[in-house]
């Protein structure tokens, strides 16, 4: 079945071309370069660029896919959770598209289209077939953890009381003037830094063993605090980079072990833009060794917003309530 998939929730326009799971085109332009000189997305900014792209960007994923409007079986459009002008932009586009075309048109949620992202070029395995699972999303907007039981059923047992992981990258980038998006620019300041014993940031909500939910905005405080006192030069903040992005890897670890020991779950599957974090990455996966879970990771493509997740999720959504119709 070929899907087209259309992703508006917040900087990025993108539409997806996916047939049977493949991805045969995945187009995205991102106003992100527009955002940097305020350190976070300007919404009314974000949706008049998905206004002027959107059909731009359509053509080319069809183009690049091989395909015309015609080949097109089924339109996947995000619903949510995004920004609200945002949102109205993909909504609108896959309407006209879905009445003009006569095609059928299914809405997917954004974050576990994100969740879903793990499994896009996994040929071995179906994710219909894994369920129940955990789930996770470490995103610029979401820090959660969620029960998954089926493809309609995605239900939350742990989120962030405050900032989301990304969100807390983003701020800290900003406090030391370092440009945005802050995920990437702190990574890469942080590298190949051993550890520094002299700056350690707090780890919030570890005293109660049963606390899955996260906090993350008293350790953007405490590099406020020390960014404030501390000697202002390049290689300090290099330093803060990489012991800010340790204890936020090292949060997201603890956590993500009690989730595991809580819930029993023998498979986890991690999406979002933090997932491109090496670190991160690498913490996960020795996580999954010790505790005999398998894990599924998006490529790093896809941790970013992009519409194959959603054409992904939404071809497998379809074809689930085709069958129990
Ligand atoms: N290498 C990286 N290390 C850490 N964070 C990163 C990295 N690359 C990207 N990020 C962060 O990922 C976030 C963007 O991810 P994503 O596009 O999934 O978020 P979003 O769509 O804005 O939020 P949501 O999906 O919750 O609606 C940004 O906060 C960015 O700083
Ligand atoms: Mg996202």
Redesign the pocket.
């Known amino acids: 079945m070929i899907t087209l998939g259309i992703e508006t929730?917040?900087d990025e326009t993108a539409v997806a071309v996916v047939d049977k799971g493949q991805v045969l085109s995945d187009e995205v332009s991102s106003s992100v370069h527009l955002h940097a000189a305020y350190g976070g997305v300007v919404p009314e900014i974000a949706s008049r660029f998905h206004t002027e792209y959107i059909f731009s960007v359509f053509k080319k994923a069809l183009r690049d896919a091989k395909t015309g409007i015609k080949d097109i079986e089924l339109i996947a459009v995000t619903c949510g959770?995004?920004l609200p002008g945002s949102l109205l932009v993909g909504k609108a586009f896959a309407n006209a598209l879905s009445f003009a075309e006569g095609l059928p048109l299914v809405e997917v949620d954004?974050?576990n289209a994100?969740i879903a992202s793990c499994f896009i070029s996994d040929q071995e395995e179906d994710m219909t077939d894994l369920f129940p699972f955990l789930g996770m999303?470490i995103?610029?907007?979401?820090t959660n953890i969620y029960s998954c039981r089926s493809l309609n059923d995605f239900s939350v047992i742990a989120r962030t009381k405050d900032d989301?992981a990304?969100?807390a990258?983003?701020k800290v980038a900003k406090i030391l003037d370092l440009g945005y998006?802050?995920?990437?620019i702190?990574?890469k300041r942080a590298k190949g830094l051993t550890k520094h014993p002299e700056i350690r940031f707090p780890r919030a909500l570890l005293n109660k063993k049963t606390d899955v939910d996260f906090s993350f905005s008293g350790i953007k405080t405490a590099v406020l605090y020390y960014w404030k006192d501390c000697r202002k030069t390049e290689e300090e903040k290099d330093k803060i980079c990489s012991s800010f992005q340790e204890a936020i890897v090292d949060v997201i670890d603890k956590k993500v072990l009690r989730a595991l020991e809580l819930t029993g779950a023998e498979r986890l599957a991690v999406g979002?833009?933090?997932v491109?974090?090496e670190l991160l990455r690498q913490r996960l996966v020795l996580r999954c060794q010790r505790s005999g879970v398998k894990l599924y990771l998006p490529e790093k493509k896809y941790?970013?917003?992009n519409a194959a997740m959603v054409a992904f999720l939404g071809e497998k959504k379809f074809k689930a309530e085709r069958v129990r119709a």
């Open positions: 929730s917040c959770p995004g954004h974050v994100h999303v995103s610029g907007g979401h989301a990304g969100e990258f983003d998006p802050g995920g990437p702190i990574e979002g833009g933090v491109n974090n941790c970013t917003d």
